[in-house]
C-alpha cells in the first residue's frame, strides 16, 4: 500500500540534463524527509541530496551546484533535476523516505525505500 516510485531515468550525453521524480502513493510526502542516494556499479550506494521536513536542502560535494532537489506537493513527488551531468552521474538512483525530520540534517535511517531508475550518461 505504501510505496515510493522513482521515474525519469535514462541516457544522455554529457553536459545534458534530466529531472527524477520519487512519487509516493499511500501517504503524503510533505510529512517526510526525503533522500536521494545513487549507486554504481560495484560501489557503495551513497547519499547525493535530501530535502527535510523544515525545509532545509543539502547537497553531496560531488553534484552541489549541478542538482536541485525540490517538492511539489500537488503531485505528491519529490523532484531532483540534474543539470550539467558527467560520465561518473552514471548510476541507479533511489529515493527514500522517513517521518518525522524535523531537523536542517539529512536523516540517518529511512522507512520507505523506491526501486531505483537507472541514470546513464555517455557519449
Known amino acids: 500500500q505504501l510505496q515510493l516510485v522513482e521515474s525519469g531515468g535514462g541516457l544522455v550525453q554529457p553536459g545534458g540534463s534530466l529531472r527524477l521524480s520519487c512519487a509516493a502513493s499511500?501517504?503524503?510526502?510533505?510529512?517526510?524527509?526525503i533522500t536521494w542516494f545513487r549507486q554504481a556499479p560495484g560501489q557503495e550506494r551513497k547519499e547525493i541530496s535530501c530535502?527535510?521536513?523544515?525545509?532545509?536542502?543539502n547537497y553531496a560535494d560531488p553534484v552541489k551546484g549541478r542538482f536541485t532537489i525540490s517538492r511539489d506537493s500537488a503531485k505528491n513527488t519529490v523532484s531532483l533535476q540534474m543539470n550539467l551531468l558527467k560520465l561518473e552521474d552514471t548510476a541507479v538512483y533511489y529515493c527514500?523516505?522517513?517521518?518525522?525530520?524535523?531537523?536542517?540534517?539529512?536523516?540517518?535511517?529511512?522507512?520507505?525505500w523506491g526501486q531505483g531508475t537507472q541514470v546513464t550518461v555517455s557519449s
Open positions: 530535502i527535510t521536513n523544515i525545509g532545509s536542502t
Open positions: 527514500a523516505a522517513v517521518k518525522p525530520w524535523p531537523r536542517h540534517s539529512c536523516p540517518l535511517e529511512y522507512d520507505y
Open positions: 499511500g501517504f503524503s510526502l510533505d510529512d517526510y524527509a
